[in-house]
């Protein structure tokens, strides 16, 4: 893949996602995936959140750590990895974001998301302002956020891929899913036309990129495997992004960091 033609940048614009995109073939991606597991299975640099924060999206990404929180071991490893900051910059993915957002680019976060085999749905939602808590300022100022959301193992309709209703550009009417104070904001039902709903599976090595009002959402995973992905958030260096851990920084990967607003990692070796 190299960069995007006009009209799936104007597809991007007016539907609010986009994918399949290539990234490497499944053969790559099943060669990085032994890599992957053992990253997966030693902490990084994010601390366990205390117990109240581990509620709604956090409650379901729980997969067979016994209980434990999972945050240590998913989130942001692109940090302390150099695997998973290969696949952060991986050229393809640059290309399609250069393509959408210019040349200066950040990522602020990123996430592995593993659906266990039996693992639930993640009902409707939008990104925007999903991250913090109702009333809570969202943490990036000005609010600009995408996700590249890639595709480690096989994602079907079965393992529970991504939905999504296209053309959804509005902010809508959320409620937290639960009494948690860091609890996903999900869109009430009455909100979603789910009769235009469209699947996007995706083959090991793909993705899909998808702005902060796609609203999207996942099935249970009835495949008998594991279901992993990584999610990457990407902004520009032009949004103020609040540290969400101790240590947290942004990392450049495309252009420079012409505003000097955010504290920059290094990349890990
Ligand atoms: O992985 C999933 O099933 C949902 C992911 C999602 O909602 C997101 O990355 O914003």
């Known amino acids: 893949m190299s960069d995007l033609t006009q009209q799936q940048r104007d597809s991007y614009r007016e539907q609010g996602f986009l994918g399949p995109l290539t990234l490497m073939s499944v053969a790559e991606m099943e060669a990085l995936r032994p890599e ?4 997966l299975d030693s902490p990084g640099r994010a601390p366990a959140p205390a117990a109240e924060q581990v509620e709604g999206r956090l409650a379901n990404l ?23 900051h290969r696949l952060i910059t991986h050229p393809a993915l640059l290309a399609a974001a250069r393509a959408l957002y210019g040349e200066d680019l950040l990522v602020w976060r990123s996430t592995f998301i593993a659906k266990a085999s039996g693992g639930p749905e993640f009902q409707w939602h939008q990104d925007w302002g999903g991250v913090y808590a109702p009333g809570e300022e969202y943490g990036l100022e000005p609010p600009l956020h995408f996700t590249f959301w890639i595709a480690v193992s096989d994602v079907t309709e079965d393992s529970g891929c ?10 809508l009417p959320a409620r937290p899913s639960g009494p948690g104070r860091r609890a996903t904001l999900l869109v009430p039902p009455e909100h ?7 699947s996007l599976p995706l083959r090991p090595g793909q993705c899909a990129v998808f702005t902060d009002r796609a609203l999207h ?5 009835t495949s008998g495997a594991e279901r992993l ?10 949004v103020k992004v609040r540290p969400h ?12 960091d012409r505003a000097g607003l955010n504290r920059l990692a290094e990349p890990p070796r």
Do not use: K, W
């Not at 992957?36 to 990253?39: F, P, Q, S």
């Not at 991504?162 to 902010?171: C, D, N």
């Not at 979603?192 to 469209?198: G, I, K, L």
């Open 217 to 221: 959402a996942s099935g249970v995973n």
């Open 192 to 198: 979603v036309d789910e009769s235009r709903a469209v």
């Open 36 to 39: 992957l597991a053992a990253v």
């Open 245 to 256: 851990f101790p240590g947290h920084a942004c990392t450049l990967v495309s252009g420079q």
């Open 229 to 238: 992905a990584l999610a990457v958030r990407m902004t520009v260096p032009a």
């Open 162 to 171: 991504l939905r999504f209703v296209p053309g959804t550009r509005a902010v």
């Open 62 to 84: 729980v997969a067979g750590r016994g209980g434990a929180s999972p945050v240590p071991y998913i989130e942001s490893r692109h940090l302390d990895s150099p695997a998973v």
